[in-house]
């Protein structure tokens, strides 16, 4: 068994940004010479998500519509003492806050319109994401 | 360490349907003679979703109701143009997109009411669902 | 490759009741022996869901309240006949169900804030949740 582990650092300049991330993640995969196996995902802030959806921009303004519709950003919240993220906090969980994608042939296998995304939910300052690779 | 990788393919009758696949994995784990381990079930398309939950057709209508109640599948939305299927790209994250069994004696390790279900939401087209096993 | 499995019992005081279980994976990971690998995390039971997000009552309160909005748990549902925890089934997916987790240096892999919860959604009566560790 063979494993990688590495971080992403990401610093939106959006309070609520998507940035695409698949070719990155396909970059720690070829590094890490793996050619079957699982790759998680995991973002180490729990105020973001990591999902995979498809790279359009007009679902991007949807998904956030639909949450801020469902859990508006700026309501009152209990966890709202001396912070504003509540929401952020909700949205990541709404989304599903993680992703586990396979290897096979030493490639993410991925369907035609299958794309990692880093969804940041409360942004401008430093996030990782656990990048961790197992396989053969 | 061992690996297996399938793909199931659908093609539904309805847009919106819950299709039964635990049976079907159970097989891949039995063909992958993998006796300990983890099973990766993930739709290779991003308007579907795979899901644990129970297999009590009452339910299944509850989730397309509340779904349709939180995320109205014919409104309008920025990514429907030229397309239609924008909720069902939101109703896959809200329902959990993929999940991730396990293997214990060479069986998948599952509570008594736990069934494995693909969640189309814009069928009535041909559509993969990627299964990777690893273990030993 | 090594692998562990434990099952662990809950029986929640509330029938709604998020439980702090960081700890208990963590002791897992470490009768395991496992230094690098993953954890898969998943509730047994079908009305639960187990997640990573902030100790904070607070934020636990917003949960709850969320829900509770977008899915009345006692409404009418088709689920409930003869039964009435269809919101709880709805609930735990809306969460996202379950989690898997990093160890790296024998040790699981989270952010300063990621905690790990145990989500019941319709307790007061026993449930299993099932902890498999794979890697090396």
Redesign the interface.
Known sequence: ?K?L?EYLVFNTKQRKEFVLITDKIEELVKKSKIK???V?V?????TAAV????N????H???L??LEK??PYNAK?????GEDN?AS??W???????????I?NGKL??????QVFYCEFDGQRQK?V?V?I???
Chains 1, 2, 3 share one sequence.
Request: aromatic share 6%.
């Open positions: 068994m494993t582990t079957d196996g699982l998680l995991n973002p180490m802030h729990i999902i995979v959806n498809d359009e921009q007009g679902l303004k949807d998904y519509n639909v469902l859990v919240y209990f966890h709202n003492v509540a906090h909700i990541r969980q709404l989304m599903g806050h993680q992703v586990v994608l396979a096979t296998d991925l369907g035609t319109w299958e990782r656990l961790k197992i396989g053969e």
